[in-house]
């Protein structure tokens, strides 16, 4: 189609010129010029065409009179772009210094000039620099004062003052005006701070702008929501911040985690009992269920039963043999416990596994034995090989683990982990 259209271009502009040819040829046109003395007579043709070869010529001499300016200026504006260029490598090297200087001297040109200070403001606060750092942010600042706030925030944050970072970003919050590096700045911040308020306010437009990915932003939020539930004064404050969240954030493990272990140190077991076990229909979780044995003797016993039916499912679960160890430890059920704390410790060592059977072996008057056990858990704390017990107090309980059928979301069975 396009040779068309050129050709149809060209039969249009030949007309055109052949018709035009004939008008100004049955009519010319008289052009009278008369200055000092001297009189100048054309036609109208000549005159348009000597009106664009004078103004040719006088663009001409414009260039030649400009070019050794312009030369000078084009090549301010190649060293600089060189020099941004290798600062920017070099910054990413690791070589600072380097990096600094190259970017310093490339912000000499105004359309590198952010972008230069705040490379260079990087690269001095990487070699601990924060007196260079803070000058060229100042610089930065009057011409791109946003990301300049959000840098130096994040300078106040790796220098330890996480409480000036979150007052410097606090305006921009307030008013929404914070970019999206800003948002996460601000989370990050308030966390260290202890600023739950702040720290919960920045999730929605960290949600909303895309910076950080579904982990990252899942990792930020559930750090958000565990510094959140630790610092509830009391049980009221703690089911009032609970009954708040949506159910999108309460369904992490971890968090329930917290809050289940934190209600218990309130007194609130039952509704502890509740979550985790709510938690645990949803997708199974050997800490909650580590916890679950953990929430003291209140319905203990319903709690235990509920456990031994997780079993049929998780039978190699260490964490949900340990708590229905120490369940029985609490019911003085010495015989299961120590059945089911021997089999996890054959499956995976855990200090509280020792700890809950050194407390079965004195209900059963093993003295010596208990001691090790105490032992053990003390030098599984450390990092430390455990002592095996001794071979006459072996059991003959069965710990090697059980194969399970495993399936995927298809219906289709795997190998297990």
């Known amino acids: 189609m396009k040779p068309w259209r050129w050709l149809l271009l060209l039969i249009f502009v030949a007309a055109v010129a052949a018709f035009g040819w004939h008008w100004i040829a049955a009519d010319p046109g008289l052009v009278f010029v008369r200055i000092r003395g001297v009189r100048i007579t054309t036609t109208v043709v000549f005159a348009i065409v000597a009106l664009l070869v004078i103004w040719f010529l006088l663009g001409a001499l414009w260039f030649l009179l400009r070019w050794p300016f312009d030369a000078t200026t084009r090549r301010h504006r190649r060293q600089s772009r060189r020099r941004f260029s290798d600062g920017i490598v070099a910054l990413f090297e690791g070589r600072n210094a380097d990096a600094e200087r190259d970017l310093a001297r490339a912000s000499r040109y105004e359309p590198l000039r952010a972008a230069s200070l705040l490379g260079a403001a990087e690269a001095a606060s990487r070699r601990g620099e924060k007196v260079r ?7 930065a600042a009057q011409i791109t004062p946003a990301a300049a706030r959000i840098v130096r925030a994040r300078l106040l944050r790796l220098d330890g003052r996480p ?8 305006a921009d919050a307030d008013t929404r005006s914070l970019p999206p590096a800003g948002w996460a700045e601000l989370a990050e911040s308030a966390v260290l701070a202890g600023d739950t308020r702040r720290a919960r306010d920045s999730l929605e437009p960290l949600q909303k702008s895309g910076v950080l990915s579904t982990k990252q932003l899942a990792d930020l939020e559930n750090r958000i929501l565990l510094m959140a539930i630790a610092r509830a004064p009391d049980g009221a404050a703690l089911t009032e911040f609970w009954s ?13 985690d917290a809050y289940a272990r934190r209600a218990a140190g309130f007194g609130q077991n039952l509704a502890a009992m509740d979550e985790v076990e709510s938690s645990l229909r949803r997708e199974w979780s050997s800490s909650l269920a580590a916890t679950y044995g953990a929430l003291g003797v209140d319905d203990i016993e319903t709690r235990m039963r509920r456990a031994e039916g997780w079993l049929d499912a998780h039978p190699n679960d260490a964490s949900l043999l340990t708590a229905l160890g120490r369940m029985c430890v609490r019911l003085k059920l010495w015989g299961k416990a ?30 010596s034995l208990a001691h090790r056990c ?13 002592e095996p017990l001794p071979a006459v107090y072996a059991s003959r309980i069965d710990t090697r683990p059980v194969a399970v059928e495993e399936r995927d979301v298809h219906g289709v069975p795997r190998l297990p982990k």
Do not use: F, H, M
């Open 338 to 367: 120590r059945a089911y704390l021997e089999r996890a410790l054959a499956l995976a060592p855990d200090p509280l596994a020792w700890e809950a059977l050194g407390d079965t072996c004195v209900g059963q008057g093993e003295t």
């Open 244 to 256: 708040t969240l949506p159910k999108t954030q309460r369904r992490s493990a971890a968090v329930v």
């Open 163 to 170: 409480q000036e970072s979150v007052a410097l970003l606090a």
């Open 374 to 386: 105490y032992r053990n858990a003390l030098a599984i704390a450390r990092g430390e090989a455990a």
């Open 133 to 139: 750092a803070i000058e060229s942010l100042d610089q």
